[in-house]
């Protein structure tokens, strides 16, 4: 089961949280979320203030080591209706892995995304497609994105573009027959463990937490985290 921590900004907070049994951490480049990542200018450009690229220098002048962010934990960045130069410049400064359109963005804007970004800037750059769902009916619009998107994530439907902290009936997913993969989103806690468990459904692949494991937004309780994935990764 794929395990994705979206809603991440703080450096020390990023670094526990990547030292976890993770594999994909979500960074919100929305500006009305309270999660929004700032950028600051540096004398290297434009580099992002809580880059995990930070952190990934090997050896100090001392010879000391700096931290490492996991190969392993792909770098998701979460956008909502931008422009798609803006996007492209943010997947370059971040080094994303993932890009995760969680707005009103159209195929052609998914292909045209990759067909600028691959081969040549990011060759394994993969899109994710958001969806609020609170319906059946609500699946419909994924139909359109079929061959397009490399991952479906289903969330709640709310005014806020995700982040509610709320649940939707997941019984509705079951109307879902389409071939992309989802993962499993909104309000998941840490009483959901075994309710995540006994989820089944073909298509989906894992899930994605976020304000449930929080103390304060953007600031994830390392240990809340620790003990719901260990339930999650136990027989």
Request: charged residues 25%; glycine residues 8%; aromatic residues 10%.
């Amino acid at each position: 089961m794929i395990i994705k921590v979206c809603g991440m900004r703080d450096a020390k907070n990023i670094r526990e949280v990547a030292g976890l049994d993770i594999d994909m951490m979500g960074f919100i480049f929305y500006p009305r979320s309270p999660r929004f990542v700032q950028m600051i200018s540096s004398q290297a450009g434009i580099i992002p203030d809580y880059s995990p690229e930070r952190y990934n220098l090997a050896v100090n002048a001392d010879g000391t080591r700096n931290y490492v962010f996991p190969e392993h934990v792909k770098r998701v960045g979460v956008f909502v209706d931008e422009m798609p130069q803006t996007i492209i410049t943010y997947v370059y400064n971040y080094a994303l892995d993932y890009i995760q359109l969680h707005g009103s963005e159209s195929p052609t804007l998914i292909d045209n995304l990759r067909r600028t970004l691959v081969p040549d800037l990011v060759p394994d750059v993969k899109i994710i497609k958001a969806f609020g769902i609170s319906s059946p009916d609500d699946l419909q619009q994924c139909e359109a994105y079929e061959g397009h998107a490399d991952l479906f994530l289903f969330d709640t439907r709310c005014p806020t573009k995700g982040g509610s902290g709320t649940q939707f009936d997941w019984d509705v997913l079951n109307a879902y027959h389409g071939s992309v993969p989802f993962l499993l989103s909104g309000g998941i806690g840490p009483d959901d463990a075994e309710r995540v468990k006994a989820f089944n459904h073909p298509r989906c692949v894992g899930i994605d937490l976020n304000s449930k494991f929080e103390t304060a937004p953007a600031m994830k309780d390392v240990e809340l985290l620790r003990k719901f994935i260990k339930q999650i990764k136990d027989e």
